[in-house]
């Protein structure tokens, strides 16, 4: 594909079947578009597909700063990890949210049964981390039997606003998962409550401060995720001052940027060329990351299983972009 323009039509010929299912997933992420597929008639092949070369997914936007407040890492091997969102409905409307998670949204519970499977798949594929996130995981109904079946084949995190688990029938949720093989990351974005209310909602500070109060107190290990526009970042300090009181260890602390998706109109562009995938299961599909599920460019595949051809599709699409050298991903840390 690099070696015609764009708008030209390259003609494939195959004798493997395979290429039907891999090849339209991805030209729709490397933003192509297959126009036909044909064969001699009888189904058996060889087949000739016709693939229009689109432009191709750059960064853009405004674009990360490279600076030392956000928090970098290594990228996790395709397989690896996997991204589960329990739901969509949420306690809040955080004015960045990359889900468009709120009070009002379509729940879109992740059903138990998908989710177990799922997690079969992934383990017996050497899957290592499990994390749920949503939404407010907290929220769906079958969160305690989903975590139960999931942290015995799998350690898992649970992404949370740390405020819905309070009491009542959440708070036994929280209290029958297993400390060992369950950690807890609440978002907290700021040490005092201005700014983090202006993201979150009005009171919402010291309500996770409950929260998190809560969760140690069961012996949870915590921890804590803030997401910053560019213009916050001069607040880092005094947040690790306030988690170092909370005693929050260094390497369970989380500084993201805002991504320019769902309801941010700004921030870290996400795309196959920007950030580095972490393949996210919901109950519309597997997307290529947890920050991208409402971005149809970044669907993989359009049912949340089975797991393997959607690795094998980010595999393949990786393998391409490396030999094509192209350029440097961030790697989007939300754990």
Sequence with gaps: MRGIGVGEVLLLRTQEKSVLVDLPAWARLAGHELLSTADDGDGSGPW????????????????????????????????????????????????YCCAQSSPRADPRLLPLDVAAAAVDEFVGQGGRQLLIT?????????????????????????????MVFGRGARQATLETMDRERVTLQVSLDSAGPALHD???????????????????ALG????????????????????????????????????????????ADD????????????????VDGIWWHPVAVTNPHLLVAESPLPLAPAFDIIRDVLAVQVAGASEGREVFRCT
């Design 267 to 282: 921030g870290l562009h996400i795309s196959l060329d920007s950030v580095e995938p972490e393949p996210t299961l919901t």
């Design 48 to 95: 000739q597909l016709a693939i229009l070369r689109g432009q191709r997914l750059t960064p853009g936007g405004s674009g990360r700063p490279h600076q030392d407040a956000f928090t970098t890492g290594s990228a996790a091997p395709v397989g690896s990890r996997l991204w589960l969102y329990s739901n969509f409905h949420c306690n809040l409307a955080c004015v």
């Design 220 to 263: 949870f290990r915590l921890r804590v995720a803030a997401t910053l526009h560019d213009e916050d970042l001069p607040s880092v300090g005094r947040l690790h001052a306030a988690l170092d009181n909370l005693g929050v260890a260094d390497d369970d602390r989380l500084i993201r940027p805002v991504a320019a998706e769902g309801f």
């Design 198 to 216: 202006r993201q979150r909602g009005a009171g919402s500070h010291a309500r996770a401060l409950a929260g998190i109060g809560q969760a140690r």
């Design 134 to 162: 949503g939404g407010e995981p907290f929220m769906h109904p079958e969160l305690g039997a989903m975590v139960a079946y999931a942290a015995e084949r799998v350690p898992v995190v649970i992404l949370t606003n740390a």
